[in-house]
């Protein structure tokens, strides 16, 4: 049972799952949830598309805060996959030197 896409030392690999692919895959689901994120928050804050959503169920009144909230949240979830993305290459770097034997001195 996974504990969530932190993982750490906590996380439990899935039956017939090593560690380390376990790992993979909580790292992967980081990515795709920062990538998603981020995109969806572009596509509402560059484009007029989450006002028109708004405008046509009747909740133009709302507009007024769209930017107080769609630019940290697009931040944030690029945050969230640039942090994906070290931590992926970081395990990598890790692993490849596990396998060439080179300790860092």
């Known amino acids: 049972m996974r504990t969530g896409p932190a993982g750490g030392a906590a996380m439990a690999a899935l039956p017939g799952e090593t560690p380390g692919q376990a790992a993979e895959a909580a790292d992967r689901k980081l990515l795709r949830t920062g990538l998603i994120g981020t995109g969806v928050a572009m596509?509402?804050?560059?484009?007029?598309?989450?006002v028109l959503v708004l405008g046509a169920?009747?909740?133009?009144?709302?507009?007024?805060?769209?930017d107080?909230?769609?630019?940290?949240?697009?931040a944030g979830f690029a945050a969230l996959s640039l942090y994906a993305?070290?931590?992926r290459w970081r395990r990598r770097q890790a692993r490849q030197d596990a396998t060439t034997g080179w300790t860092g001195q």
């Not at 596509?43 to 989450?50: G, Q, R, W």
């Not at 169920?57 to 769209?66: E, K, M, Q, Y």
């Open 43 to 50: 596509i509402c804050c560059f484009t007029p598309a989450l």
């Open 68 to 74: 107080f909230v769609l630019l940290p949240a697009m």
């Open 85 to 87: 993305l070290r931590r």
């Open 57 to 66: 169920v009747g909740l133009s009144a709302v507009l007024g805060w769209i």
